[in-house]
């Protein structure tokens, strides 16, 4: 299966700040990739699909001003969580499409965000 | 958002028994996924299931995607302490053209000793 790699694996920010979170492809082009956060005892819940070269497409309820997707390589995509708030401290996961027909999502490790 | 059904919430089992549960949906799906997620870790894929009527295993693990495409079932055959986690169905719906998933609200394993 397809391998993806995030990072930070955690991280701990003050209250205001923006935090960058990398999800990487390592073992295939994706140029679509999507990003999830994951409240505790929930499922997961999908915030954007993230395509190479383009915007990428919210959820409804999702800021995109506040989550700043970038997926400027076909590696490589970005989450920019601006001016966090506690309520934005979640378990963030991404996810790329692969497998024999293209329909099967492989997800990263997840970034664990906790906002002071 | 939608979600599938999934049963049970949660299983209380003793080690060595076999462990069923399920997903429903009220909609077609071309594509049905099985995935265990482990404390503090992303979803890891299990199985996945793309026809209908199949059936697929993996080690202990036997997955059926329904007959009908409204329904999939995950088995585990003489559990083991470590199949201890939250498993997740997702599926995605035959109308849906941007490959994302439906999510099951999880079942949650505990084997006790």
């Known amino acids: 299966g397809a391998v993806v790699s995030q990072h930070p694996s955690w991280v701990i920010c003050k209250s205001g700040t923006s935090v960058k979170i990398e999800c990487r492809s390592l073992?295939?082009?994706?140029?679509?990739m999507f990003w999830y956060r994951q409240f505790p005892k929930q499922s997961l819940m999908l915030m954007a699909t993230?395509?190479?070269?383009?915007?990428?497409?919210?959820e409804q309820g999702v800021e995109k001003d506040k989550f700043l997707i970038n997926h400027a390589s076909l590696t490589l995509s970005t989450l920019t969580v601006t001016s966090a708030h506690p309520e934005d401290s979640s378990f963030y996961i991404c996810?790329?499409?692969?497998?024999?027909?293209?329909?099967?999502?492989?997800f990263g490790p997840g970034t664990r965000l906790l906002v002071l | 958002g939608q979600q599938l059904n999934q049963s049970p919430q949660s299983m209380f089992i003793q080690e060595g028994e076999d462990v069923s549960m399920n997903c429903t949906s009220s909609?077609?799906?071309?594509?049905w996924l099985w995935y265990k997620q482990d404390p503090g870790e992303g979803p890891v894929l299990l199985i996945a299931?793309?026809?209908a009527g199949e059936l697929t295993s993996n080690g202990r693990l036997t997955a059926q995607f329904g007959i009908t495409r409204k329904d999939s079932f995950l088995n585990i055959s003489a559990s083991i302490p470590s199949d201890v986690g939250i498993y997740f169905c997702?599926?995605?719906?035959?109308?849906?053209?941007?490959?994302?998933?439906?999510w099951g609200a999880g079942t949650k394993l505990i084997i006790k000793p």
């Open positions: 996810s790329n499409l692969g497998g024999e027909f293209q329909e099967t999502q492989y």
């Open positions: 073992d295939f082009q994706a140029t679509t």
């Open positions: 993230s395509n190479e070269g383009s915007k990428a497409t919210y």
């Open positions: 909609s077609i799906f071309n594509t």
């Open positions: 299931l793309y026809k």
């Open positions: 997702a599926g995605r719906p035959s109308l849906d053209s941007n490959y994302q998933l439906i």
